[in-house]
C-alpha cells in the first residue's frame, strides 16, 4: 500500500508498523539529529567566543547556525518533510515563519529608523530610551 | 453508474495516484496534533514578540549591569546540554509509546523529567543570582526585557514539567489509552518546540550578548 494515503502529523516519524528494524532507524534518527544539534551548539559557542574570526561578521554567524539547528530540530526531532502527506505541516509552518520575520524585523527596522530619525546624538538617544 | 461503481474505480485508481483528498477524514490521531501543531506556533509567534521588544531593548540598560557583566556562560552550555538531551530522550519516550513498551516509556519519561528539572534549577539559580546582584527586572529596561523573555520560556518549561508528571500517572492509572496516546503526542511536541525556542533564546540573549 502507499504511505501517501492520510495527511501526517507533526511528530509522527513513519506509519506504525510495529517493525522491529522500523523502531532502529527510527532511533537512528533521533540520534542523527541530537549529533547534528551538539555540532551546531558546540560551534555557536565557539564562533561567538574565538578571537579568531572578523568580530561584525559574528552575529550574523551565530543567526546563520541558529536557524541551521532550528532546522535540523525540525526534521529530525518534529519529522518535518517535504512530502506530499506534510503540505498542511509545511504551510502552516511557513505562516507562522512569515508572522515572526514581519514581527522581528519590522519591530527592529522601524526602532532603528525611529533612533535615526531622531535629531539626538546617539549617546543621548541611547539614554532617552533607558527611561 | 452507480455509487458501488463509482467507489471500485476510486478504489482502483487508488493504487496509481494515492493523494490526501482520495482517502477520506483523517485519523484522530493526526487531526489532534495538527491542531496542536497550530498552537505550537502560535505559542512561538508570541514569543518573536518577547525577541523583537528584547532586541530592540537590549542596549537599555539605564547606567546598570548589562550582559557581559551578568550572563556565565558555562552555566548556558550546561542549560542548553541538558534541554538538548531532554528533547532527545523525549523522542525516545515517543518511540517506546508507539511500540507499547511501558517500562521504557516510564524510564524515558523519568529522564525528561530530570533533564527538565535540571535545566529550571540552573536557571532559577542564574535568576537568583543576577537578583542578589541588584540586576532586578525593575533596573533598566533591557532587565525586563530579558526575565520576560527568558521567565516566559521558563514557564514553559515548568508547565511541561507538570504536563509530563500528570501524563505519567494517566499512564500508570489508564495504560496507553488512544486518548493518553494522543495527549502524549502533544506533549512531545510541545517538548520539542521549547528547545527550539531556547535555540533561539541561547543564540539571541547569551551568545550575543556577552560580546560587548
Given at each position: 500500500?502507499?504511505?501517501?494515503?492520510?495527511?501526517?502529523?507533526p511528530g509522527n516519524s513513519?506509519?506504525?508498523?510495529?517493525e522491529e528494524a522500523?523502531?532502529?532507524?527510527?532511533?537512528?534518527v533521533y540520534t542523527i539529529g541530537l549529533a547534528l544539534a551538539v555540532i551546531l551548539t558546540a560551534t555557536s559557542f565557539w564562533v561567538a567566543n574565538t578571537p579568531l574570526l572578523w568580530p561584525p561578521g559574528v552575529a550574523l554567524g551565530l543567526i546563520v547556525l541558529a536557524i541551521a539547528q532550528m532546522g535540523v530540530h525540525l526534521v529530525f526531532f518534529l519529522h518535518i518533510t517535504t512530502g506530499p502527506d506534510n503540505t498542511n505541516n509545511v504551510l502552516a509552518l511557513a505562516f507562522g515563519i512569515l508572522i515572526v520575520f514581519l514581527v522581528v524585523a519590522g519591530s527592529l527596522w522601524i526602532m532603528t529608523d525611529l533612533n535615526d530619525s531622531m535629531m539626538m546624538p546617539p549617546e543621548l538617544m541611547n539614554l532617552h530610551m533607558q527611561r | 453508474m452507480n455509487i458501488a461503481a463509482v467507489?471500485?474505480?476510486a478504489e482502483l485508481h487508488q493504487g496509481a495516484a494515492s493523494t490526501a483528498e482520495e482517502a477520506g477524514p483523517a485519523p484522530k490521531r493526526t487531526v489532534v496534533a495538527y491542531g496542536f501543531w497550530i498552537f505550537l506556533l502560535s505559542d512561538i509567534v508570541m514569543f518573536s514578540a518577547l525577541f523583537a521588544g528584547y532586541a530592540v531593548l537590549a542596549r537599555a540598560t539605564a547606567g546598570g549591569p548589562a550582559g557581559p557583566a551578568l550572563f556565565n556562560q558555562t552555566n548556558v552550555a550546561l542549560e542548553t546540554a541538558c534541554l538538548l538531551a531532554s528533547s532527545y530522550t523525549c523522542g525516545l519516550m515517543a518511540l517506546a509509546i508507539g511500540s507499547r513498551r511501558r517500562g521504557a516509556t516510564y524510564l524515558f519519561a523519568l529522564i525528561t523529567f530530570v533533564l527538565g528539572a535540571a535545566f529550571l534549577a540552573l536557571e532559577l539559580r542564574e535568576f537568583a543570582d543576577?537578583?542578589?546582584q541588584g540586576a532586578t527586572p525593575q533596573r533598566s529596561a533591557f532587565l525586563s526585557a530579558f526575565f520576560t523573555l527568558v521567565g516566559c520560556h521558563g514557564l514553559h518549561v515548568t508547565a511541561g514539567l507538570i504536563w509530563l508528571a500528570v501524563m505519567m500517572a494517566q499512564v500508570a492509572i489508564k495504560g496507553l489509552r488512544a486518548n493518553v496516546e494522543r495527549r502524549l503526542i502533544c506533549f512531545s511536541l510541545f517538548w520539542h518546540a521549547l528547545d527550539i525556542v531556547w535555540v533561539a533564546l541561547?543564540?539571541?540573549v547569551y551568545l550575543m550578548g556577552v560580546r560587548p
Open positions: 500500500m502507499t504511505d501517501a494515503h492520510y495527511d501526517r502529523a513513519s506509519p506504525p508498523t510495529g522500523d523502531a532502529r532507524s527510527a532511533v537512528g | 467507489i471500485e474505480e543576577m537578583i542578589a541561547f543564540t539571541v
